[in-house]
């Protein structure tokens, strides 16, 4: 639940008629602040029902358990999983840079994918590790516990470990990912600069590939301009020194999180500029003034460019500042009756 502040003094009785209405939950939360913690999970009270958060949540055909104390998760995100999920296709690499419990990666992988799942929250890690085991899945996906940056360069040698068959002499069969997902919307548009030449010692190989493909990158976002779509398409291309061609890409909506906030998904193919670190805009702040002067490199100055400068309209918490956007007593619509445990109302991540 996420009370509004009205409801407060009852709290305890509508929990215990919610609790008694559904028989498939067996605790009732309000979520007592914003998430604004680097894992995504809130502090929480009991209202009725067993003072015990671990969940038990069916998804896209898959079982998720987790300690919802712990760990992130957010049954309104069902759609935005199975419509990245649809994307993918039997055999894609799949690089999951901010997995949580797994809801992209675990069902990518019981469709075929190869999947690459990381998350920083040890408890995120220990559950997604656990559901792989829950839901039978022998092979082809790997868990990591690493920061996004350092995960998605380690990914990406590790699979180049296992598909580089031949040397760059001759023709070779190079093979990258298919998709990165990076579903951590308060600051991932930030992470986007660890793409910043990330092909570079590569290029002789994707040369070499009769039909090279880079990866496309879906990367959510949150967004308060008039205008989201040119502000992400912006605000992605700072990150990673080259700007995105607005007619390349899709900016989806993927929800309202606030009455002035909405979540977003940029889906982009990352383009070989980036890749291979070829050129790079970067922004340097006048002093004793507002504006910003765009650069323009020939040069390979990835290294030289700082990660792109925070924006002050950043919000880096990203949580939801409205309570009770969900109205009182309403439970989730989008958790099947298989659903169990907690009930999950909200959290926007
Ligand atoms: C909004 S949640 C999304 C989880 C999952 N993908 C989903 O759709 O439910 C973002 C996740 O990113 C993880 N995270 C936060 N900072 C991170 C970082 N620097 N590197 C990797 N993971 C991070 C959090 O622990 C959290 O599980």
New binding site residues.
């Given amino acids: 639940m996420n009370l509004r502040d009205e409801f407060l003094p009852w709290k305890t009785l509508i929990g215990q008629i919610i609790l008694d209405k559904n028989r498939n939950i067996t605790s009732v939360v309000n979520k007592l602040d914003v998430i604004d913690s680097?894992?995504?999970n809130f502090r929480m009270e009991v209202l009725a029902g067993e003072d015990n958060m671990i969940a038990e949540v069916r998804e896209s055909g898959c079982r998720f358990k987790f300690d919802f104390s712990q760990?992130?998760?957010?049954s309104r995100?069902h759609t935005e999983?199975d419509r990245l999920v649809k994307m993918f296709k039997k055999g894609d690499y799949v690089a999951?840079?901010?997995?949580?419990v797994g809801?992209?990666a675990l069902p990518a992988s019981k469709k075929g994918c190869i999947v690459y799942a990381?998350?920083?929250?040890p408890a995120?890690y220990k559950y997604l590790q656990e559901n792989v085991t829950l839901n039978k899945i022998k092979t082809g996906i790997y868990a990591y516990n690493?920061?996004?940056r350092d995960?998605i360069r380690k990914a990406v040698e590790d699979l180049d470990a296992t598909v580089i068959s031949a040397p760059v002499s001759t023709p070779a069969t190079y093979r990258t990912f298919d998709h990165f997902v990076m579903?951590?919307?308060a600051i991932a548009l930030e992470f986007l600069d660890a793409f910043r030449g990330l092909y570079r010692a590569r290029e002789p190989h994707f040369r070499q590939t009769p039909a090279p493909v880079l990866p496309m990158i879906h990367c959510h976002c949150f967004s308060k301009s008039e205008t989201p779509e040119q502000d992400v398409i912006e605000r992605a291309g700072e990150a990673m020194g080259h700007s995105i061609n607005p007619a390349s890409c899709t900016v989806h909506h993927v929800r309202k999180v606030a009455p002035n906030k909405d979540m977003f998904c940029l889906s982009f193919r990352l383009s070989e500029e980036v890749a291979f670190g070829r050129c790079a805009v970067f922004r340097i702040p006048e002093t004793g003034s507002s504006s910003t002067v765009f650069a323009l490199c020939s040069t390979d100055v990835t290294r030289a460019c700082p990660p792109s400068a925070k924006r002050k309209d950043a919000d880096p918490n990203g949580g939801e500042t409205v309570q009770g956007a969900n109205g009182v007593g309403k439970v989730d619509e989008t958790e099947g009756p298989a659903s169990k445990k907690v009930r999950v109302e909200d959290g926007s991540?």
């Fill in positions: 680097t894992f995504r760990v992130y998760w957010n995100l999983h999951d840079v901010f997995a949580g809801p992209f990381n998350d920083l929250n995120s690493l920061d996004g995960f579903n951590l919307p991540g």
